[in-house]
């Protein structure tokens, strides 16, 4: 057999035994077999390629279970669900603003939050309030990261709550300016409404694991 086929016939092993999804947005390719160990193939009658290792018996691999199309950088699979909650709530900018809204159809900004962690796997509170009971406080020397909720004072008792993307920006359904966007948390309004951020905690009894 030549190299070539040698390959193809070795990479057809390593992905029928699976591999593992690295905690970060990447896939790790396995390495094929190095050393001195030399490999011959040939093809059996129904056409698979069987691989002998330093003159053992041919085994034919057997055909691999049918795999869901590999993940890529940005891929939901690849991480938590703060992570997805951003994918799905920037999956719906542009939808309009609706009071009690909670779905594309229509957000309010509870709304939204519940939406978005609901895809991700998590079911919050539908209330801004009670999303906020029912999540971790941020230290001040924590960063923040994708799907932590921003709250925002919206006069004495009334909030308003938003999901951090990263790059200093989250996603919200606002009242001005109409419906779901993106927006800078330094811009001056929401600097100076910002009252706290706040973390989902899967394994917190306040948050649910749908």
């Known amino acids: 057999m030549r190299g ?5 016939a070795l990479s057809t092993l390593a992905l029928a035994s699976g591999c593992a999804l690295s905690p970060t947005p990447r896939m790790e390719n396995p390495s094929p077999p190095t050393g001195d160990a030399t490999a011959s193939g040939a093809r059996s009658p129904n056409g698979s390629v069987a691989v002998s290792v330093l003159g053992k018996p041919a085994i034919s691999p057997r055909p691999a279970d049918p795999q869901p199309p590999p993940a890529t950088p940005g891929d939901p699979r690849l991480a938590g669900p703060g ?6 709530a920037l999956g719906v900018i542009g939808s309009p603003y609706r009071y ?9 900004c509870s709304g939204l939050v519940r ?6 796997g998590l079911s919050l509170p ?3 309030g009670e999303q ?9 020397s924590e960063p923040l990261k ?4 921003v709250f925002f004072s919206r006069g004495r008792s009334a909030l308003h709550v938003g999901i951090f993307a990263g790059d200093g ?11 779901v966007r993106l927006e800078p948390l330094a811009a001056p309004h929401w600097r100076q409404r910002l009252l706290e951020a706040r973390r989902v905690d899967p394994t917190d009894g306040r948050t649910l694991a749908r």
């Open 4 to 8: 070539g086929r040698l390959g193809m």
């Open 83 to 88: 992570a997805q909650a951003v994918t799905h």
């Open 100 to 108: 009690g809204g909670v779905s594309p159809s229509g957000f309010d």
């Open 115 to 120: 939406y978005s962690f609901n895809l991700a």
């Open 126 to 128: 539908r209330a801004t």
């Open 132 to 140: 906020r009971e029912a999540t971790r406080r941020l230290g001040p």
């Open 146 to 149: 994708a799907g932590d909720l």
């Open 169 to 179: 920006r989250f996603v919200h359904a606002a009242t001005r300016g109409g419906g």
